[in-house]
């Protein structure tokens, strides 16, 4: 054997991307070294005293085996080399190895991990092929090589349709995402038209024939623009959640005075909610700071509509502006003493959906998206958002805008 030989077999395993592709370079060199008309491996079918030819290198002037059936090898044909045994079966009398030209051949069993490869076998023409002790000591590095390049290259086989199979679900996760957005998108639009005739009609009730309605129809037509009002917000929750899936939040950046965006919300507020009182506390000396004063307006509606609408029984919003850390921060708070947040649900609130199983809670209408929203919204401007909270005494929704 030259040394060639045993180079050429080792520059195979280091490339070799696929099992296939290692049987077939490994074969082609056997097939010149021995000298033989074909380098196959044979597998036992099971329950029948057969094997099946999976993989074959062959001269080209012979014809494929590839799936053929052929004999198991006799155990008469068995000697031992180095206390690994192999078949040398010579003057073989079988219709169908000798129709396809083999009428002796070498064999060595393939194995890893207790797992069985197959049986390596080396063909000839010739009759009486005999082998030297040189050869069959490569047959035996062959086969150390060629179980530790199987075992290589079915683990990154392996390893690539574990990642072709995610990257199916991924695709298909996304097209489910896409599918819903899209309904999501179309129900909400669907549902918007038929909900502002209800409410303009309701509208034009109250306001143009308020001498004719009777008290209880008054406060029918009230409960009807409150449920509708409801509704429409639910909607826009889900319009909103939908834009941020699928544009993402665009920030205009702009000078912004805070304090005067808190002020005209909670103006805003208070005449609209005459039950509640809002208030707001701002410190003196904050800076303008460059963000977009559309989305910190829309965290503010959220949190104080939050605070109002969790506070059934009443009580007092207040919200703060304070200068933070170096005045590199401004802390925007809305207190309240409304109903609380119990602590094992704090961490919970900011996910999409999510909404207090609390019976209280479960009684105001709500889509358990606001939060989820104005968390993203925070992000984008570069925030930050905390709660602290004590059931049936009050909550406090922090959030930073970063000062720049
Ligand atoms: P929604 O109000 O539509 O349910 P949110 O995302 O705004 O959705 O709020 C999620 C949950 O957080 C609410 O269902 C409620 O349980 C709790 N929550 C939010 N704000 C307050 C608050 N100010 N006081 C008490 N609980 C609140």
Redesign the pocket.
Known sequence: MKEQDYIDILEILNKAENTELLYQEVFKVIIKVFNANRVQLWNKVIDINEMSVSHEYCNSNELSMIKYRVPVLPEKAKISHNKTTIWEYTNIKDDILNKFNINSLVGIELAHNDREIGTLVITYKDKNRKHNTDELNYLQKIKVILEYGITKTQKAEDSTEIISKLEKQNNKLREQDRLRTNFINNISHELRTPLSSIMGFSKMLITKDKQSLNNKEKEIVDQILLASNRLSS?IT?FLEINKIDTEGWLAQIESCDIGEIIKQTVDEFSSLNKKYKITYLCTDDYPIIKTDPRLVKQILD??IS??I???PHGGKTTVILDVQKDKKELKIS?L?E????EKG?ISK??SRF???R?SE?QS???????????KEIIATLGGGVEVE?TVNK??K?SFTLPVN
């Open positions: 639910l929750d959220n949190l939050n605070s609408k969790y506070s809305v309240d409304g109903l609380g947040i649900e609130i900011f999510y909404r207090s609390r809670v105001i209408a709500g889509s358990g998206l606001g939060l989820a929203i104005c909270s009050g909550s929704f």
